[in-house]
């Protein structure tokens, strides 16, 4: 069964260092996104893309954030100047619809620890 | 934006057990889906279901959207069902587009 693969499962940082977390979403999808989730909380949306352009951002997405689909298979979350708070699991969905039609299929995630 | 309640917060069962999750929008959604988070983490999707009931196994949900519910079912628990359950909706049109997740119920299944 196609799945979505993110890379890699662990990431540790310094304060202030640039992250990438990497994604590949099933084929066949269109629709993007990346999700959070701090220790023992909710899921926060961050991002979804669609059709090589953000399509919706949440306050969390600020400046330090971007996206990218540098190629035709992967996608990318890039954090340019870490925070501690930034520490968290950070998931990668795609579906292949969007809208009310959208349905999310979820990564394993990264474990992203800023020290 | 949307408000997703989730009850109850734990539960414990045993073994064989049937349970009954609750999912609450504090309004209208279109699209609302069923995770599990397994204990390493990951997210599975169980269920896409804006309304009406679909069963996967020992899985069921329900969504009565005119009343802003859905439930999950769980029958004869298994100890591999441990893990958090979380409901998510979103009304696509609306103020924000985006899935929107409860707080999740953590469900523990004993041997």
């Known amino acids: 069964e196609p799945e979505v693969t993110q890379t890699p499962s662990h990431q540790v940082t310094q304060m202030g260092q640039e992250v990438i977390l990497r994604c590949v979403p099933i084929?066949?999808?269109?629709?993007f996104y990346w999700y959070r989730q701090i220790l023992g909380q909710k899921v926060e949306f961050l991002v979804s893309?669609?059709?090589?352009?953000?399509?919706?951002k949440s306050e969390i997405f600020d400046d330090q954030f971007s996206v990218e689909r540098p190629d035709g298979s992967n996608f990318t979350l890039k954090i340019r100047s870490t925070k501690l708070e930034d520490s968290a699991m950070y998931f990668c969905?795609?579906?292949?619809?969007?809208?009310?039609?959208?349905?999310?299929?979820f990564g394993s995630g990264t474990q992203l620890s800023v020290l | 934006g949307i408000q997703v309640e989730q009850s109850p917060p734990d539960l414990i069962l045993q073994e064989g057990a049937n349970s009954t999750l609750r999912c609450n929008f504090s309004?209208?959604?279109?699209?609302l889906q069923w995770f599990h988070q397994n204990p390493w983490g990951q997210l599975i999707n169980l269920f896409y279901?804006?309304?009406g009931t679909k069963q996967n196994g020992r899985l069921s949900a329900t969504t009565v959207a005119t009343e802003r519910y859905s439930l999950l079912y769980i029958s004869s628990s298994q100890t591999t069902d441990s893990g958090v359950y979380f409901c998510?909706?979103?009304?696509?049109?609306?103020?924000?587009?985006?899935?929107?997740f409860g707080k999740g119920t953590k469900l523990s299944v004993k041997p």
């Open positions: 279901i804006p309304s």
């Open positions: 309004d209208s959604v279109n699209n």
């Open positions: 084929s066949n999808h269109l629709y």
């Open positions: 998510a909706g979103k009304n696509y049109g609306g103020s924000q587009g985006n899935l929107i």
């Open positions: 893309f669609y059709n090589n352009e953000i399509s919706e």
């Open positions: 969905a795609s579906s292949e619809f969007g809208g009310t039609n959208e349905k999310l299929f």
